[in-house]
Structure formats: C-alpha cells, structure tokens
C-alpha cells in the first residue's frame, strides 16, 4: 500500500515554476532514504498546485528521520520559489474557471457569494492512501472536512 503526503501551494505555480519543481521532486523521490536504505519513492507535481509524495510501505515505511528529510526538501523548495506549502488555513476547490486556492477568509466570501456551494468540489489534502486519491481528494463541500468548518 502507498502512503502519501500531500502539500499545497498557497498560489497557483507558474508553468516554468512546475517544470523546475516537478524535477526536482523526481530528483528527491530517487534518493529519498529511510535509516540509509532507499525508500520505494515518487514524488509529482499536480495542477501547478499539489506537490504528492508516495512511498511503498510494503517494501519499506517512512520514518521519522526520512520525513523529517522530506521536510527540510519542501522547506527549500518553499524558500527558492517563494511559496508557501504548510499553510493548512489555503482552500483549494475546483470551479468552471479551473483550480483556485484562497485563505480561509476569502473562502468564506465565496461561500457568502455562492460562488462555492454545496456541490463545488473541494481537495482534502489530509487522504493518507494514494487510493483515496480517485475517491476521497476532491469531495464535494457537503461532503467534506471543510463544510464543519464553516458552518
């Protein structure tokens, strides 16, 4: 089974921004280790906006040591781009203008203005199973976390 990690950009990455990013996730997937062994690891770049990090536990788990590495690699990438990806407060949903990510006060607007309702699709970054990601990462808002948030 797949363990994953998921971190979102508090803003929409440009196309060359994903192009730099997507590399070098590649690049750290490939050596990622657990107690110096490698770990069975991708890493990719969603929508310019969800960084996806995956690693087999059926062939070997993460630890505290190599998430603490993955750490420290999203940190870097959050300094040389200058974005954000721990931020839990930004929102991302999906609208008929494509993927849009807000702060938790400009979410409230779009609920207020209807611009998001009960049937906009919002992520649920929290999945922990890359098979939640078909079925459990973008739910509508009825059905989600965020709805006993902001109701």
């Not at 196309?15 to 062994?37: M, N, P, R, T, Y």
């Amino acid at each position: 089974m797949k363990r994953i990690w998921i971190y979102q950009a508090d803003r929409i990455l440009s196309q060359e921004e994903s192009a730099q990013i997507s590399a070098e996730l590649v690049a750290f997937a490939d050596q990622w280790k657990v107690h110096g062994k490698p770990l069975s690891a991708s890493a990719e770049l969603r929508d310019n906006l969800f960084v996806i990090l995956k690693v087999d536990e059926d062939i070997a788990a993460a630890s505290g040591c190599s998430v603490d590495s993955s750490v420290r690699f999203l940190k870097g990438l959050e300094e040389r781009y200058a974005v954000q990806l721990f931020d839990r407060m930004q929102f991302a949903y999906r609208s008929a203008k494509g993927i849009g990510v807000v702060n938790r006060s400009g979410f409230e607007k779009l609920l207020a203005a209807g611009e998001i309702d009960d049937n906009t699709l919002v992520f649920d970054n929290t999945i922990t199973y890359d098979h939640q990601l078909e079925s459990a990462w973008a739910v509508p808002f009825k059905d989600s976390w965020h709805k006993r948030l902001f109701v």
